[in-house]
């Protein structure tokens, strides 16, 4: 395609038009004449999410000095657009309510998720990397730990449990023999109403913490390189937009910084599967990962991220949705893939939904887009539920047909004029030529097992946390299994189109047990790291709700703290 | 993605209206009864924007149009702009009349920022209870006007008489012009609704 030809994106026009610092294609700004000294900080944080604000209040709870860069025009991060939730063990809710949550199976659960491929129940450490089970059992041991801490120097207060619908817990998202506590894990923060808080609170309640303690959130600054004396991290070099200036850092650099799920090269050099970009910030384009090599640090599991599925029409790394599929509403639906084949449980978390896009089989990835199919009765009765538009609205993203056979034309239609504007990183797709047959036959199988109340296939509506997703059973149905009715196919009949995506990557720098970035010999001095940017504690697994925020907040928390207690000037009179 | 839309025949002769909710539940039927309500009103679209959580919790199916920074009157100008590109898309792809665009809440700030963007096509635009802060994180090219159309700024909140004033001052920066209204009776909601499709009305039949 010629330059001429190209049709600007959504995203492109966003960036070409709100004109802010650091958007893509804009070049770093000249340094600064160096005729000032450098300003003088105990710690750096940069980024401005739960990690990184987390770990201002950790070094700030030193007593150290904190100035907070952050890249982005607001702060808060993909936090602040998250339900704010942490996942932690043994937390004081559970403890509250009675909840017993052993260590042991704790960290079986734990290791049994994260690192499915090496998990052995017999093996010493369950068979991980002694570095990976220590930092395990780290967030078993501290976790719980560090949220008091917080909830002492009035911080914020995770007090509040994480509830579903039904007045439950919400629980975790595997209920494997190991997992002894599947519900009372996630927690919130306590909103002054007094209720729980989401991901805006939290991030509100930090903030106000940090700023009454003098601490600066600067915005629209972008940390671009580190300063090194010796092999050690002694500041940074921050972009503000106008110029480039130096920040020195006496007790170190803490990066909460956020993955790259909106850097399409990154995405293309380190993920495996199609992947379409996020649902978080447009600004988390993995700035650590050049810094953290020039700085030497040590990198793992750079396929990982938090995945999950977005409408294919909605992807885009400079416009991001607000919502990813959080949940995907609807009995009467089902999900298949080009060849018209289930390939999930429908009503499972986004985490394992996300993952069956990046299934290799019959030499191509088969489910890279799949297709929400739903009749008339789901759009009337869950419509208005996202992806499902409300009743009545004429939605670009909804494809309709009469009938199966009306249904796979217009979907072919739609796939054929989405061909040259697919999302970065997904190739185009088209629909077997046997995918009508082959969708009637799943519809027709569907129906019939929902007429049993048995999903032979994927055993749906077995676990508690499709209910805590799916929401109370539709009035009108009666079937056995709540989460799963009859598709009426003699009437019109929809299809939404997803993809595989990432709330944000979570892989970057290894990390050990105070959040210290390691390079080849151990912590590279006065460097820490903590949430999205840096290798998941949690490897390639998401326990449950707040698996992205608890471990961010935890490390983030005591990679400040140990960075605040580094600094010669803390505790010194200074 | 284009914006999904609901899309209301003409009741009345009147102009075309583009109607955008303000944050909250994921209805527009609010908004659009006190559009249709005004008598001025032929045929109306009410667009709906993004869906997030609610703001107390982690119920889905709210809707906004683009992300408030809690605990201060700031917000995100990247999903602020991602709105405006959508709602000034669906004004190109209606092709309506020179529409009045009306909007609530973070609605009213993206059907200005359309309006602004699309001045040529538009014919006026209503601001209702815009927080006034958020009409400065506007894109650049949308503030440095050029030939804006009528622009009326309203409140209803008992602060109204500031609010008001502040936004003006605010579009007078960047040299806009915009007349102003706001509600003083304050005697529940269905009152306050009734003055504003009256005060919508009246100015549609003036401008």
């Known amino acids: ?574 | 993605m284009k914006l999904a839309y609901r899309d209301f025949p003409s009741t009345a002769s009147g102009v075309p209206a583009i109607v955008f909710h303000p944050e909250g539940p994921p209805s527009v039927d609010r908004p659009t009864h006190m559009a249709q309500s005004s008598g001025a009103v032929g045929r109306l679209v009410a667009p709906f924007g993004d869906y997030a959580f609610y703001p107390s919790g982690m119920e889905v199916g709210g809707i906004c149009w683009y992300r408030a920074v809690p605990g201060s009157t700031s917000a995100d100008p990247i999903s602020l702009t991602k709105a405006v590109v959508q709602a000034t898309d669906l004004v190109d792809d209606l092709g309506l009349d020179r529409p009045a665009l009306v909007g609530w809440g973070q609605g009213a700030v993206v059907a200005l920022g359309a309006a602004l963007l699309r001045a040529g096509q538009v014919g006026s635009v209503i601001c209702v209870d815009a927080i006034p802060a958020h009409l400065e994180l506007l894109p650049p090219s949308a503030l440095a006007g050029g030939n804006p159309p009528p622009v009326l700024l309203a409140a209803t909140d008992p602060a109204g008489v500031q609010t008001v004033a502040d936004q003006q001052e605010r579009l007078g920066g960047h040299g806009i012009v915009a007349s102003v209204w706001h509600w003083t009776a304050y005697d529940g909601d269905d009152e306050r609704d009734k003055a504003v499709a009256e005060r919508i009305g009246q100015w549609l039949t003036d401008v």
Request: hydrophobic residues 40%; proline residues 6%; negative net charge.
């Open chain 1, 1 to 574: 395609m010629t330059e001429s030809a190209h049709r600007l994106s959504l995203g492109e026009r966003v960036a070409e038009l709100a004109e802010l610092p650091h958007r893509p294609g804009v070049g770093p700004s000249p340094t600064a004449s160096s005729t000032q000294a450098p300003e003088e900080h105990d710690v750096v944080v940069v980024g401005s999410g739960a990690a990184a604000l987390s770990a201002a209040a950790g070094a700030l709870s030193t007593g150290a000095s904190v100035v907070v860069c952050e890249k982005g025009p607001v702060p808060g991060g993909t936090t602040a657009c998250s339900g704010g939730v942490a996942h932690i063990y043994a937390n004081a809710v559970m403890q509250a309510a009675g909840i017993p949550d052993p260590r042991d199976p704790a960290l079986a659960y734990m290791a049994r998720v994260s690192h499915p491929g090496a998990y052995d129940p017999e093996a010493p450490g369950y068979g991980l990397l002694p570095s990976d089970f220590a930092l395990l059992e780290t967030y078993y041991d501290r976790g719980a730990e560090v949220m008091a801490r917080l909830g002492a120097i009035d911080a914020v207060h995770m007090d509040a449990p994480w509830m579903s619908w039904d007045s439950q817990m919400f629980p975790d998202y595997y209920e494997f023999p190991e997992n002894l506590a599947v519900r009372g894990r996630g927690i919130q923060s306590v909103a002054p109403d007094g209720g729980a808080g989401n991901g805006g609170e939290l991030v509100r309640q930090l903030a106000a913490f940090a700023a009454a303690r003098g601490t600066e959130v600067r915005l629209g600054h972008r940390v671009v390189d580190l300063n090194l004396e010796n092999g050690a991290v002694t500041g940074v070099v921050v972009d503000d937009g106008s110029a480039c200036r130096t920040l020195r850092a006496h007790g170190g650099v803490v990066f909460g910084s956020g993955g790259f799920a909106h850097s399409p090269e990154l995405r293309e050099r380190f993920l495996r599967g199609p992947i379409a970009g996020g649902s978080g910030l447009p600004t988390n384009t993995g700035d650590l990962v050049g810094i953290g090599t020039r700085a030497g640090a040590v990198f793992g599991g750079m396929h990982n991220g938090w995945w999950n599925q977005q409408v294919l029409e909605a992807v885009d790394d400079y416009a991001t949705s607000v919502l990813d599929v959080w949940s995907v509403p609807g009995d009467g639906m089902l999900m298949v893939n080009r060849l018209g084949v289930r390939a999930i449980g429908e009503k499972r978390e986004y985490e394992s939904r996300g993952r069956v896009h990046h299934i290799f089989a019959g030499d191509e990835y088969v489910n890279r887009v799949m297709f929400m199919v739903y009749d008339q009765r789901t759009a009337e009765r869950y419509g208005g539920r996202y992806p499902i538009p409300p009743v009545g609205a004429v939605a670009d993203h909804v494809v309709t047909g009469t009938g199966v056979a009306g249904l796979a034309e217009a979907l072919g239609t739609r796939l054929a004029g989405l061909r040259s504007s697919m999302p970065v990183g997904i190739a185009p797709v088209a629909l077997d030529t046997n995918f009508a047959d082959s969708l009637a036959s799943s519809i027709a199988k569907f129906n019939d097992m929902a007429e049993r109340g048995q999903d032979d296939e994927f055993d749906r509506g077995t676990k508690a946390v499709e209910f805590a997703f799916h929401g109370p059973r539709a009035a009108d149905n009666s079937m056995p299994n709540p989460l799963m009715y009859p598709l009426d196919v003699g009437g019109p009949l929809h299809a939404i189109s997803l993809v595989g995506t990432t709330f944000d990557t979570n892989s970057g720098p290894r990390i050990g047990t105070e959040g210290q970035i390691l390079g080849t010999v151990g912590p590279i001095g006065g460097l820490y790291g903590a949430g999205n940017c840096v290798d998941s504690v949690f490897g390639e697994g998401y326990p449950g709700g707040g698996s992205t925020i608890g471990p961010g907040m935890v490390f983030g928390f005591l990679a400040g703290a140990h960075a605040g207690r580094r600094s010669p000037r803390v505790g010194s009179g200074r």
